[in-house]
Each structure stands twice: as structure tokens, then as C-alpha cells.
């Protein structure tokens, strides 16, 4: 063979096969990396150790109100507990709020049928001392008023502000149970809006019934916001029994007058911290795989479902990976947020914080739905990705999670994360039940099953242990990413 030849063929060997490194997709997890990822697995839903954690949460610190004494109780905890469970770095980061005090909460009808309501003020609300006017019929101890009903948030938009001025708003409409919770983004929207357009009216405060599924008598708290143009209202939720006795005392007379008597009021400024616990990846240590839960509750229960559970979770998933002596290339971050339930403040910190080493967060993923099992999982990847996510699949799918579509959306401490740039992974819990707890005074550790809960964890231990070790960056569809710039 001439040599030219012979060189040219060399040369075009070279040519083609660096054609197809560049081609190549990324390595898929060897067949000895998915029995280690197997084996986490097991031992994961064999462990008690979330549960354990779970129970010390709740118990040792209680409620969690952002801004309360046990906020910062809470976050002692986190950074004691973290380094009891032997991760290697723990960290924290300060996050500054202003903060809310709840305080007395009554209410009663008045006539025609006089009776206490089951009610609680919504977070952020104002007091009734700060409505008083001499057009009403108030004392030290509460705002009494005539009350005008209505069945749903647009009822109360489309209405003629002359039948509003100078009375209670009421509102009925009713939160629609799911496995996925679809039912709440409707409802909440009511609550969230709901004091800004009775105020609009010149209402004197507003009621509504509880955004939540049960029908016990328990009212469900939760986010309001106010408006700078309009009058601050004072904002309180009934039980949903509650709720359906006044529509029944409407249905009979619209001549209806309750007291209402809340003393919620802004309490200043606040400074709370993440807390955070990282297990060192072995090759790849500063590239993160993020998981976590938020920190903060509201101050009814005990924060077990929302959001004990997804604390002690993700705690406990990367604890077991740690445990299990594997090499993982990347380093696992659990991030425990602080103050999620009144604005994701800790999250929005947390990402105004980490602008510098932004793209070398992978991938997150939050459990923020309660400890119901786990059902589906669904990723956000390009198509280089897909075969991994075959293989994630075939791990999950033992713990009874079938795969779902390839347009995860992230958890809601994860959005300042997401909107920039960062790939999501999602594992959907059955969340058929979590709105009957939802930000009530029974979300407590009773409600949680100690074997969803590892169900839960052994999921995580997949999801955290195959993303760390996936030498790909996992990055997300581009068009998503541009829409979301
Ligand atoms: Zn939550």
C-alpha cells in the first residue's frame, strides 16, 4: 500500500471515529452501578431512619411558623441533626423576612342563628381592630357586620360593589379532591386574591371556606396577599362543616350578621437561615445533585406532611447513599428552605446567593406534597438523555412508580432554581389525602405511614445515586430553558 494511501486511511479512521465519540451519548450506569443503586434501594425501604427523623422534628421542635422562636429552634435542629447523621459538610445561609403574628381568631354568627364558627386567619392577614369605623357596629373585640355570600371568587369580581361596601364577604366555592392535587391551583387563588377584591368593593373583611378536602372542623390557614391601592382587609378561612352551615343559614335568610374578631398583625423583620447537608461527590465534588424539603410549617399543626416529611426524607435518601460507602461521583445537596410557606423566601435567598456556582446545581428535586407513596416520576432532559431515563426507570419501577412524561415542572422551593436554568426531577406523590391536612391544626405525625414514607426515600436513593453518578450534564430542553429567560 503507498504510503499516502496508508495515510489516508489513518487519517480517515481517526476522522470517523472521533465522529462518533462526538456523536456518542452519554455512558449509561454500568450493570455493577445499578445493583449498588439496587441495593440502596432495598435497604431504603427497610429503614426506619425518615420515620426516626420525622418523629424528632416534630416532636423536639414542633411547629414551625417562619419568624416564630421555633423557627430558629428549627434551624438548630437541622444543622445538629445533619451532622448526627454524619454528612459531610453542613452549612447554613441566611434568609431575611419580615414576619407575621397570629393572634386571637373568633367568629360568630349573630343572627338569625346565633352560633360560634370554626375559623383561622389567613397568613399575612391585618386585625379587625384596623377596619374599625364608625359606620360599624365594633368593639375592643371584634367587627360585627351583615355578611353577603358568594359562591366563588368570580361571583365576587363581577359583583356591584354597592352590595358589598361596608359588609363581610363570604365565599363558598369548594376545593375539588385529586391524586395530584390539580384541585388546588383553582381554589387557591380564592384565598390568595380573595381580601384584595372584596377590599375593591369596600368590603370590610372577608371569610372563605378553608382550601382543603376534609370535612372535619378544622380550618385551613395558608398565604394571603394585599395590594398597595387597596384597603387591607382583615382575611379568615371557616372549617369546611363551618362553610356549609352558614350557606345552610343563607339558603333559609340572607339576613345574615357575624362578629368577627382577629388580632393578626405584621411582626418585623426576621433573619432564619437554610440549612444545608452535603455528602462529597468522589470525582465530580463540585457538581451538585440537589433534594430537600422546606423547613418552615404553619403554626397549626405539627408540620408533619407539609413539611416534616419531605425534610425527613431527603435526609434520610442521602444519608443511606452516604452510608452505603458508594463512590459517587457528584456531591448529593440536601437543601432544607427555610420559610417556603410565606414566599419561598428561603429559596429566592438561596439562588440570589448561589449566582456564581448556578450551573453546577445538575439537577433538584423537592418533596413538598406530604408522605403519601410515590406513583410516577417524570424528568426534564434532552434526547441524549432519554436512555438514562430508561434506566431510572427500571429502577423506580420495583418501588411501583411508572414513568410519566419528560416535562417536569419543578417543586415550588426549586422555581428561583429552575426559572434559571436548572433541570428538575419529579417524583409524584399520591396526594389524594394531603389536602385534608394541609395547613390544619391535624397535620401531625399520626398521619404519617412509616412504610410510605420509606417508599418515598428509597426513590430519592435512586434518583440522587444515578443522577450522581450519570456523567452527563443533564441539561434541559432548550426551548424550555429560553421560554423561562
Ligand atoms: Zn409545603
Not at 359583583?159 to 364577604?169: D, E, L, R, T, Y
Not at 368590603?203 to 378553608?210: K, Y
Not at 389524594?432 to 426515600?457: C, G, I, S
Amino acid at each position: 500500500m503507498p504510503k499516502t494511501l496508508f495515510k489516508a486511511l489513518i487519517v480517515g479512521v481517526f476522522l470517523i471515529a472521533s465522529n462518533i465519540s462526538f456523536a456518542k451519548p452519554p455512558v449509561l450506569l454500568t450493570n455493577s452501578e445499578l445493583k449498588q443503586v439496587e441495593s440502596v434501594r432495598e435497604q431504603a425501604l427497610n429503614s426506619n431512619l425518615s420515620y426516626e427523623i420525622l418523629e424528632s422534628l416534630t416532636t423536639e421542635v414542633g411547629p414551625r411558623m417562619a419568624g416564630t422562636p421555633q423557627d430558629t429552634l428549627a434551624v438548630k435542629w437541622a444543622v445538629k441533626k445533619f451532622k448526627a447523621l454524619g454528612f459531610d459538610k453542613v452549612w447554613t445561609e441566611p434568609v431575611t423576612y419580615t414576619t407575621w403574628k397570629r393572634g386571637v381568631e373568633t367568629a360568630q354568627v349573630v343572627s338569625p342563628f346565633p352560633q360560634p364558627l370554626h375559623i383561622t386567619a389567613l397568613g399575612g392577614s391585618v386585625s379587625t381592630d384596623s377596619v374599625f369605623t364608625s359606620s360599624v357596629s365594633s368593639d375592643k373585640d371584634g367587627l360585627t357586620a351583615k355578611v353577603i355570600h358568594f359562591l366563588n371568587l368570580d361571583a365576587l369580581k363581577a359583583a356591584n360593589p354597592s352590595q358589598v361596601k361596608g359588609k363581610i364577604v363570604f365565599v363558598s366555592n369548594r376545593m375539588e379532591r385529586s391524586i395530584n392535587g390539580m384541585g388546588y391551583g383553582k381554589a387557591v387563588a380564592l384565598r390568595r386574591n380573595g381580601a384584595i377584591e372584596a377590599a375593591k368593593k369596600g368590603a370590610l373583611a372577608i371569610i372563605i371556606r378553608s382550601v382543603g378536602t376534609d370535612t372535619h372542623r378544622v380550618p385551613h390557614t395558608g398565604l394571603m396577599k394585599y395590594q398597595d391601592d387597596t384597603q387591607k382587609i382583615p382575611a379568615a378561612a371557616l372549617s369546611n362543616p363551618d362553610a356549609d352551615q352558614l350557606v345552610r343559614i343563607f339558603k333559609r335568610n340572607k339576613d345574615v350578621s357575624i362578629k368577627l374578631n382577629i388580632g393578626a398583625k405584621p411582626a418585623g423583620e426576621f433573619t432564619s437561615h437554610n440549612v444545608i447537608g452535603e455528602i462529597t461527590g468522589s470525582t465530580a465534588p463540585n457538581e451538585y445533585i440537589v433534594m430537600g424539603g422546606h423547613l418552615d410549617s404553619w403554626d397549626l399543626g405539627t408540620g408533619a406532611v407539609d413539611d416534616g416529611a419531605g425534610v425527613a426524607l431527603t435526609m434520610a435518601a442521602a444519608t443511606l447513599i452516604k452510608n452505603s460507602g458508594i463512590k459517587h461521583r457528584r456531591a448529593i445537596r440536601v437543601v432544607l428552605w427555610a420559610n417556603e410557606e410565606q414566599g419561598l423566601k428561603g429559596a429566592k435567598a438561596y439562588a440570589d446567593a448561589h449566582t456564581k456556582d448556578l450551573e453546577q446545581h445538575i439537577i433538584g428535586a423537592e418533596s413538598d406534597f406530604g408522605a403519601g407513596r410515590i406513583y410516577q416520576f417524570s424528568s426534564l432532559v434532552t434526547d441524549k438523555d432519554i436512555p438514562f431515563m430508561d434506566q431510572m426507570a427500571k429502577m423506580l419501577a420495583p418501588l411501583g412508580i411508572e414513568r410519566g412524561d419528560n416535562k417536569a415542572g419543578p417543586g415550588p422551593d426549586l422555581i428561583p432554581l429552575y426559572k434559571k436554568g436548572m433541570s428538575v426531577f419529579r417524583l409524584s406523590q399520591d396526594g389524594t389525602d394531603y389536602f385534608d391536612l394541609h395547613h390544619t391544626a391535624d397535620d401531625t405525625l399520626d398521619k404519617v405511614n412509616p412504610e410510605a414514607l420509606a417508599q418515598n426515600v428509597a426513590a430519592y436513593t435512586v434518583y440522587a445515586l444515578m443522577t450522581a453518578q450519570y456523567q452527563s450534564d443533564l441539561a434541559r430542553p432548550k426551548e424550555e430553558s429560553k421560554n423561562e429567560h
